[in-house]
């Protein structure tokens, strides 16, 4: 689907009339509960056991549901005559396979999804983008504790530490795989929203960047190993995403917080076309304060929904409660008001 196609689709929308759609996943209570409170419909793509779990929360409810029945399968034709704007989240990249194949407008920039689903490109941006990184390593030169990742978006499921190439090839040996040095420090997930429709705030790029929140994440077991290890157990370190919890940085850190932002926006425009909307970076920041980014996700992430109704950082961009979700439907609300749909929309 080229910019084009998907413009043109755009044209034949009854602006009057938009709906946000995302699969009921993810961010999907939070999108939903956004574009609710900026007065507008939505549509849940949900399989039938789920709804019920969609039905117990009234204001995170999407609207109207469209019941598939795998959520791998977006029901393009029925989201196209509902004037459906798609939110792509974490599960949509990782359920869908091609993206770009996606007949449904969708808000940001798809092309960026590519380079967040395709760990070399997205190396390549976080360098070009003036980023430390962690040194990643060929298995046979595996010389100190490296954490090794399966492919894809799994929120970190099967990954594991290896010390050694034995280690390595006992546990991974012919899969798909990215070895990368272990960070240690404390983890530091911030989440932007880059708007290319103004210009006042921080700027960036065309626009401007606001910092919408910051998170860490609970991952199992290895976040609760002083439990395992005061009973006496030992186990093998696992990095399985469970939850989210809030976190605000030393003021001090918000200087180089925000430029990694920006950096990150300002090359994306030139490698791929920009990154309009919402998307996060996974930094290690150390004992020296220096940020080690070792993931860039290009669209709202997961630790977004601990802030429903704003966050520590939201409180001094907004008067309001403003969450990720609710941002994304006000900048559709934006473009609308502005006729500037081609730079929120592919
Ligand atoms: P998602 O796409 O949901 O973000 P993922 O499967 O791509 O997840 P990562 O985010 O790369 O996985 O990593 C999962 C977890 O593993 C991180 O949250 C972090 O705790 C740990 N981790 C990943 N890379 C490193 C590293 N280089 N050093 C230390 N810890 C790491």
């Known amino acids: 689907m080229t910019r084009e196609k998907i413009h043109e689709t755009l044209s034949g929308y009854d602006k009057k009339d938009l709906k946000i759609a995302t699969i009921c996943s993810h961010t999907a209570l939070q999108i939903f509960h956004g574009a609710r409170q900026e007065g507008i419909k939505t549509i849940g793509i949900c399989t039938e056991n789920r709804r019920k779990v969609y039905e117990a929360f009234p204001l995170g409810c999407p609207d109207e549901f469209i019941i598939v029945d795998d959520l791998r399968n977006i029901p393009s034709d029925e989201l196209l005559e509902k004037n459906a704007l798609l939110v792509p989240h974490g599960s949509l990249v990782e359920y869908s396979g091609d993206l770009s194949e996606i007949k449904v407008p969708m808000i940001g920039n798809r092309e960026s999804l590519s380079w967040e689903k395709d760990r070399e490109k997205m190396f390549e941006w976080l360098t070009a983008s003036g980023l430390q990184v962690p040194a990643t390593n060929e298995p046979d030169k595996i010389d100190r504790p490296c954490v090794v990742k399966l492919a894809g978006a799994k929120g970190g499921r099967g990954y594991r530490v290896v010390n050694s190439p034995d280690e390595f090839y006992e546990h991974f040996e012919g899969m798909n795989v990215t070895v990368q040095e272990y960070l240690i420090g404390v983890r530091v997930y911030p989440h932007y929203f880059y708007s290319p429709l103004s210009h006042e705030g921080y700027r960036a790029s065309e626009g401007k960047l606001e910092l919408m929140g910051i998170d860490r994440r609970f991952e199992s077991n290895i976040d609760e190993a002083y439990r395992t290890e005061k009973v006496g157990l030992s186990f093998t370190p696992s990095f399985t995403v469970v939850g989210n919890e809030l976190l605000v940085v030393r003021e001090s850190l918000l200087e180089e917080i925000m430029k990694m932002g920006k950096n990150v926006t300002e090359s994306a425009d030139r490698l791929f ?26 669209r709202i992430v997961a630790g977004t929904n601990i802030y429903p109704l704003g966050s520590p950082y939201t409180a001094y961009l907004y008067d309001e409660p403003m969450s990720m979700g609710r941002r994304i439907a006000r900048e559709i609300k934006l473009a609308a008001k502005a006729n500037k749909w081609q730079k929120i929309i592919y």
């Open 273 to 298: 076309g920009g990154i309009p909307g919402p998307f996060c970076l996974e930094t290690v920041c150390d004992e020296n304060l220096q940020f080690f980014a070792f993931e860039v996700s290009a």
